[in-house]
């Protein structure tokens, strides 16, 4: 077998000594690496006749797809809701610290804002491929304004808005052009919401169900008009009702489109969701769950005041409110812990914690071909963890992009 590098051949990596998630399981095998994608070793041997170029020691650890965060407000000081002239820099500030934390996409998520913050911030966050500057952006969030005045959690009440008679236009006149728009969230029981769920759906735009007083017909008739999401499930809703379990009722609905699976986010930080509360909804619906951090511009400073968005927020321990208020105020808490709570809380396996940090928000966007796995021709983006699930190392497209202290010696 030829293993020297061809001047004309990329170099291939071999990862040993380590167990892969794959197909939902842990398995001892090595990881094969070209191009930034994941290489299936039999037709390596026994196509093109080669063998590694490079070998690394895992030192026993995990490898598993890296993490895909689908709501994540700011971090670090940084607030992608702020309409300045250095959106792009901060959103690749987060990117790049986000990386220790074994993200390796996300969605930058903007809360409720006036119209002019959109028109600003929107076209300087484009789509981006990942690598050593930092994390993959697959397309922005925005959660509101087009929700509930009763649930709107942290989002200020004078820029909500509801859907007026022209409805698809006036989505279009308050974010402008959608072309760096992965996910919206809206509430369905606003007028003329079907339409709008129909326009974006038909657009290749998620649309999520959040901050939201619908019962649970409503929300099936979202669902049956292109909707696949739920935002932060519990949390801002109708709480659970025997008699009209609302929007938490769509984990169990008989009423879904043949074939369409939901997606629900859940803030696993031990603050938004009791871990009774995180299990009945594990339980229920494991294959949905998706893991998300909505951390909001204190993550990673510490206590004090802070921005998210229009408000200003006021950090206390674990714990973000509304300046002034007990009202939750997204989360602090980065997405390896998150991993690590809901393992923790739920009991769940170490292959079911990964992937609902990975493969099911991956399959929620449509990706999961290429993000959220290591299945032969996937992006070769994944994180080196141990038996804790603290990254040790994380990687983008077959590179070392970042690496924790011990893991350097």
């Given at each position: 077998m030829r293993n020297g590098q061809g001047a004309a051949r990329a170099p291939v990596l071999q990862f040993t000594n380590c167990r892969i998630l794959r197909g939902r399981k842990l398995l001892r095998e090595d990881l094969w690496v070209r191009e930034g994608r994941i290489l299936d070793p039999e037709k390596l041997f026994f196509e093109e006749r080669l063998v590694a170029d490079q070998q690394r020691d895992c030192g026993g650890c995990i490898l598993a797809p890296g993490f895909i965060d689908v709501q994540i407000n700011g971090g670090f000081g940084i607030d992608f809701s702020q309409a300045t002239e250095e959106v792009g820099s901060g959103v690749a500030l987060v990117a790049q610290r986000i990386l220790s934390h074994g993200v390796t996409s996300f969605c930058p998520t903007l809360v409720t804002s006036p119209p002019e913050v959109y028109h600003k911030v929107l076209p300087q966050i484009p789509v981006k491929s990942g690598g050593p500057h930092g994390a993959g952006v697959l397309g922005v969030h925005l959660e509101g304004p087009f929700i509930s005045r009763e649930k709107r959690g942290a989002h200020p009440e004078a820029h909500l808005r509801s859907f007026e008679a022209n409805a698809f236009h006036d989505v279009l006149a308050t974010y402008g052009p959608l072309d760096n728009v992965r996910i919206v969230t809206l509430a369905?029981?606003?007028?003329?919401?079907?339409?709008?769920?129909?326009?974006?759906?038909?657009?290749?735009?998620?649309?999520?169900?959040?901050?939201?007083?619908?019962?649970?017909?409503?929300?099936?008739?979202?669902?049956?008009?292109?909707?696949?999401?739920?935002?932060?499930?519990?949390?801002?809703?109708?709480?659970?009702?025997?008699?009209?379990?609302?929007?938490?009722?769509?984990?169990?609905?008989?009423?879904?489109?043949?074939?369409?699976?939901?997606?629900?986010?859940?803030?696993?930080?031990?603050?938004?969701?009791?871990?009774?509360?995180?299990?009945?909804?594990?339980?229920?619906?494991?294959?949905?769950?998706?893991?998300?951090?909505?951390?909001?511009?204190?993550?990673?400073?510490?206590?004090?005041?802070?921005?998210?968005?229009?408000?200003?927020?006021?950090?206390?321990?674990?714990?973000?409110?509304?300046?002034?208020?007990?009202?939750?105020?997204?989360?602090?808490?980065?997405?390896?812990?998150?991993?690590?709570?809901?393992?923790?809380?739920?009991?769940?396996?170490?292959?079911?914690?990964?992937?609902?940090?990975?493969?099911?928000?991956?399959?929620?966007?449509?990706?999961?071909?290429?993000?959220?796995?290591?299945?032969?021709?996937?992006?070769?983006?994944?994180?080196?963890?141990?038996?804790?699930?603290?990254?040790?190392?994380?990687?983008?497209?077959?590179?070392?992009?970042?690496?924790?202290?011990?893991?350097?010696?």
């Open positions: 369905p029981e606003l007028g003329r919401s079907h339409e709008v769920i129909q326009a974006l759906t038909a657009r290749g735009i998620c649309v999520s169900l959040g901050h939201s007083v619908a019962d649970l017909q409503a929300a099936e008739e979202a669902v049956q008009s292109g909707a696949t999401f739920i935002t932060h499930l519990f949390n801002a809703m109708l709480p659970f009702h025997h008699r009209d379990p609302g929007i938490v009722g769509l984990l169990t609905s008989d009423r879904l489109p043949p074939g369409r699976q939901i997606f629900y986010g859940m803030i696993s930080d031990g603050m938004h969701t009791n871990p009774a509360a995180l299990r009945i909804a594990h339980r229920a619906h494991p294959q949905g769950l998706v893991l998300v951090t909505d951390a909001i511009p204190a993550l990673g400073l510490g206590n004090g005041r802070h921005t998210l968005g229009q408000q200003e927020v006021e950090v206390d321990g674990l714990t973000a409110y509304v300046a002034g208020t007990k009202t939750l105020s997204g989360s602090i808490t980065p997405m390896d812990v998150c991993v690590r709570h809901f393992l923790q809380a739920t009991g769940c396996s170490v292959e079911s914690a990964l992937e609902a940090a990975s493969l099911h928000p991956a399959q929620l966007l449509g990706l999961e071909k290429r993000k959220g796995t290591l299945d032969f021709g996937a992006d070769a983006d994944f994180v080196m963890l141990d038996d804790s699930l603290h990254i040790q190392a994380t990687y983008i497209s077959g590179e070392l992009v970042w690496q924790a202290e011990e893991a350097r010696q």
